[in-house]
């Protein structure tokens, strides 16, 4: 927060947001099955102001409650919920992915230093593909790709790097694989754009 980043964030509790619920004024409707409403936390203390908001929506004869925090500003509630509705589902999408095409499920260490170390070289690796799917496999026909798939069909087309005096000179990949003339495309692209000047 003293470096100016901003937290958009779903609470956790649901008896805390169904006793949120109770202190809404106003419910205005978000979608056919979804009311939002906005709530003052007074003792909810982040130091600078927030949004506090909460939605209802009508799943299986009753009400359910979820409740949502932000420090950004937004013009409505609805304008809210779809920034939130736009924030990439990381929880969802990076963690699934990474826990599948990193093998974290699979990878346990019994010292706490090492499971550590693990896990943050398992952010770097995840940075890193996050990096070459952004820069790299834009515009090609790999840029749909999830991380599982880049690591188990695109990164294990076998090759060579060829390096001189510690800087990649040259890459060779199998010429009969079928993804290795896009790929060189994409690891020239990359590879220009990261590493130029």
Not at 16 to 39: E, N, T
Not at 90 to 96: D, H, K
């Amino acid at each position: 927060m003293a470096r100016d980043y901003q937290i958009l964030a779903k609470g956790f509790s649901g008896k805390r947001a169904k006793a949120l619920a109770a202190q809404v004024q106003r419910w205005d409707p978000y979608d056919p099955h979804c009311l939002l409403g906005r709530v003052v936390i007074p003792t909810f203390d982040l130091g600078r102001p927030i949004d506090v908001l909460v939605k209802k929506r009508f799943h299986k004869a009753q009400w359910k409650h979820s409740y949502y925090v932000t420090t950004l500003t937004c013009p409505s509630k609805n304008a809210f919920m779809d920034r939130y509705n736009l924030r990439g589902g990381a929880e969802v999408e990076q963690f699934r992915s990474d826990k599948s095409g990193l093998h974290l499920s699979a990878r346990r260490k019994q010292r706490f230093i090492a499971q550590k170390a693990l896990i943050l070289l398992t952010d770097l690796a995840h940075n890193l593909l996050s990096d070459f799917r952004y820069r790299g496999l834009a515009n090609s026909p790999f840029a749909l790709w999830g991380l599982k798939r880049i690591v188990r069909d695109l990164l294990a087309v076998p090759g060579r790097l060829y390096f001189e005096a510690g800087q990649l000179k040259r890459i060779e990949l199998l010429s009969s694989h079928p993804h290795t003339e896009a790929l060189i495309i994409c690891l020239e692209k990359y590879c220009s754009s990261r590493f130029a000047g």
